[in-house]
């Protein structure tokens, strides 16, 4: 069995966040390959402010070239949407039946993941590698986290949003050093975000 890791995300853009992150789960965990699952739409996520999905899908592409355990997944691209992960699971498992899939989630999802489709079966059946994020308000232990199948990692916290970046590419800032330099050139010489 292969351990892959599937970290969604609308990826809008990536960034060098994502990047640290996804690094470190690979270097720190028993994973043998991570994937960016680019998602079509988030349910839960208005849509105006989102690149095309193809855009999204190049970025990541070019950020993960230079790493061999990485790469970008499209496989939400073909589903119904809106996407679910315990469907998008369902149907990875069924693809590549000789792979074990973890989900990779922030610490911030933990406390909506009762609301997620099938919530109880996507933890019975999947490994869930939560990783820190910071709150506001109080920190509190969280019941998941005792689950044999859910565990916290100690990756470093990144205080970095896409949606910080956006807004800084609009306000004709340098947003140079917080993308990977492919993607800066990629949207360097672009409208996109503008």
């Known amino acids: 069995m292969k351990k892959v890791g599937l970290f969604f995300g609308s990826f809008n853009p990536i960034h060098i966040g994502h990047l640290i992150l996804a690094n470190y789960i690979l270097e720190n965990s028993d994973m043998e390959e991570l994937w960016f699952v680019v998602s079509p739409q988030n349910p839960f996520k208005e849509k105006k402010s989102l690149l095309k999905d ?17 790469r970008a997944s499209n496989v939400e691209f073909s589903l119904p949407r809106p996407s679910y ?9 069924e693809k590549y039946p000789a792979n074990s899939f973890a989900l990779i989630m922030g610490e911030d999802n933990l406390d909506g993941l009762s609301k997620w489709k099938n919530s109880e079966a996507l933890i019975k059946n999947h490994q869930i ?18 689950h044999e199948n859910i565990s916290l990692i100690s990756a470093p916290v ?15 800032k340098n947003v140079r050093p917080m993308l990977p330099p492919e ?12």
């Open 158 to 172: 990144i205080e970095l949003s896409a949606t910080e970046i956006r807004n800084m590419i609009k306000a004709g």
């Open 85 to 93: 992960t315990i469907d998008t699971l369902t149907y990875l498992q």
């Open 129 to 146: 590698i939560v990783y820190p994020r910071t709150f506001e308000g109080e920190k509190k232990d969280h019941e998941y986290l005792q």
């Open 183 to 194: 993607v800066f050139e990629y949207l360097d010489g672009s409208n996109f975000y503008k």
């Open 54 to 70: 193809h855009n999204r899908l190049d970025m990541v592409q070019l950020a993960v070239k230079n790493y061999p355990k990485m």
